[in-house]
């Protein structure tokens, strides 16, 4: 099956270079210049990765990864409908649309094409550039299908699991971003490790809360794109959602250039929440305290000052 990749942002490209071992790809990516990636520095595209600013040059593929940020991926499907439309896509992007609340399974599915996978779970777009050891989920409904991208994604050193369950696989990593700017709000602010665990714990209850409202399985939240991705998020300097949460606890300015998914997630499920009474204090709180409408004392008192509950 031959590959291309749609978005040349650091994952994109990560993935291109991780496929190319296996056979040529083509990388697209808008005004693209040039070989080198510039959210991937210093890292060299292999000679059968074919980058292009000319999307026409991804017709040749028997299937799609989309590689771009969340609340890009609508605009996107919906300008290149006619491109997409028909052939295997897998979105390989973390979040909820802030416009529709809808995943990115949810988004290609209105394309009406077949069965829309999305590849999601711990990796770090330079851990995968460089060759090291990665596991990811690969969700989609349509088993044979499913199976089949599973076969063709898969490297010696980036194993893919399969599942069904697109619906916990596209939650897990939607929420974990969240969950991972709250982690980095608290070692920012200094409140420690404990707290920190505390944090990823009843961050995980209520990512298997929301996921469960929407109906995935609760084995899958439990699974790499779940919590494999939250403990790896949450606990490392490399993650974009975890600095822009410590920049936000410590009171220091963050790059508003870089790719921060969390944060309108984390909007968009807080109006799910509301909308739909699901108690989600954690999200809801980062919605607020990335609007600026609650100081970090303010969401601290809030989250310690609720009503004692079982565990
Ligand atoms: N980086 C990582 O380690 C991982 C990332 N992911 C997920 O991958 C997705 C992409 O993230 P990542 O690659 O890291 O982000 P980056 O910020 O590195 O790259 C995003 C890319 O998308 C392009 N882009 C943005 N908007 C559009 C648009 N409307 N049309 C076309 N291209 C667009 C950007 O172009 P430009 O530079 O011109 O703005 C850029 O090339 C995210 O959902 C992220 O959660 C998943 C696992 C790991
Ligand atoms: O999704 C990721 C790791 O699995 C990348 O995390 P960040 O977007 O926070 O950098």
């Known amino acids: 099956m031959k590959i291309a990749v749609l978005g040349a942002g650091a994952f994109g490209a990560a993935l291109a270079i991780s496929l190319a ?11 693209q210049q040039g070989r080198t990636v510039r959210r991937l520095p210093g890292i060299m595209l292999p000679d059968n990765v074919s980058i292009t600013a000319e999307i026409a040059e991804t017709d040749e593929a028997d299937a799609l990864l989309l590689s771009l940020p969340m609340q890009a991926l609508a605009g996107f499907a ?7 439309r028909d052939r295997p896509l897998v979105a390989c992007c973390k979040g909820v649309d802030l416009l529709s609340g809808l995943g990115p399974v949810e988004i290609l599915q209105k394309l009406g094409g077949p069965a829309p996978a999305v590849l999601t779970g711990p990796s770090f777009a330079a851990d995968i550039a460089r060759g090291l050891p990665t596991a990811l989920t690969l969700a989609c409904a349509d088993d044979t299908l499913g199976e089949s991208l599973q076969a063709t994604l898969s490297t010696p050193v980036l194993r893919l699991y399969r599942t ?9 990593g939607a929420l974990k971003n969240v969950m991972a700017i709250a982690a980095g709000v608290v070692i920012g602010a200094g409140l420690g490790d404990s707290a920190r665990a505390a944090l990823m714990t009843r961050g995980y209850a209520e990512m298997q809360r929301f996921a469960l409202a929407r109906g995935a399985r609760a084995e899958t939240l439990g699974g790499l794109s779940g919590l494999g991705d939250l403990v790896l998020t949450c606990t ?20 508003s250039d870089t790719t921060v998914e969390g944060a ?7 109006q799910i ?11 809801t709180m980062v919605a607020a305290l990335v609007d600026g409408k609650v100081t970090l004392a303010d969401a601290m008192q809030s989250l310690l000052t609720r009503p004692l509950k079982q565990e």
């Open 236 to 255: 490392s300097d490399l993650s974009r959602n975890f600095r822009f949460g410590h920049a936000l606890g410590a009171g220091q300015a963050f790059d």
């Open 264 to 270: 309108a997630t984390a909007k968009a499920v807080a």
């Open 78 to 84: 919906a300008e290149q409908a006619s491109r997409l």
């Open 21 to 31: 071992a296996k056979g040529p790809v083509t990388l697209w990516g808008r005004g």
């Open 164 to 172: 069904t369950d697109y619906i916990g696989a596209e939650i897990g």
């Open 273 to 283: 929440a509301r909308a739909e009474a699901l108690d989600m204090p954690i999200s």
